[in-house]
């Protein structure tokens, strides 16, 4: 894990509340800048109301209504669309973009991902995944042999510390 944090208690405790608590809140520019450092980004095609409810400004309702979209089949493919869609100017929302990644899916694509999973695989097998090279599939695979069968997706960005963009490609891809 990075320690590019000042010994600051404040950004120490910061720090934990968004690696520990997925559900935390960020209150501010400051904490969206650490958020993005520790790597947390938020895919919006993909996101749940709990993703959308972490960025600061948004509302359950808000929240609620761009699952609503994404789910009917709206792509959004940049923060302009995320604007649009809930009737507010773009720099209102011009803070969280860092936060937010406009990944485009492909629904043949996604309906024809055979998942591996990870428990059993091997180098070989993980190395042929879109989105993964030889180092993450030999990586993944040292890991599961030092510390065990990985529980879940989150479990398996946790302990690879993996970013959010890579995990939103390689999750149709991966079963526990």
């Not at 600051?8 to 400051?30: I, M, T």
């Not at 958020?35 to 749940?48: F, P, S, W």
């Not at 989105?131 to 398996?156: K, P, S, T, Y």
């Amino acid at each position: 894990m990075n320690n590019w944090l000042p010994l600051n208690l404040k950004l120490q405790k910061l720090r934990a509340k968004l690696l520990n608590d997925p559900y935390y809140r960020l209150q501010s520019g400051e904490e969206i800048e650490i958020a993005v450092k520790l790597g947390m980004r938020i895919d919006a095609n993909q996101a749940t109301v709990d993703d959308w409810l972490r960025l600061p400004g948004l509302s359950i309702f808000q929240a609620r209504s761009l699952v609503e979209l994404s789910r009917s089949g709206v792509k959004f493919y940049c923060l302009e669309d995320v604007a649009a869609a809930l009737s507010l100017p773009v720099p209102r929302l011009e803070p969280i973009k860092p936060l937010l990644n406009f990944s485009y899916y492909d629904d043949d694509s996604l309906t024809h991902a055979v998942p591996i999973n990870v428990n059993t695989v091997t180098v070989e097998k993980l190395a042929q995944i879109p989105f993964m090279d030889l180092a993450l599939a030999q990586a993944v695979v040292e890991n599961r042999l030092n510390a065990g069968v990985f529980r879940n997706l989150a479990d398996f960005q946790q302990r690879l510390e993996l970013s959010g963009e890579a995990i939103a490609q390689l999750m149709y891809y991966l079963r526990f």
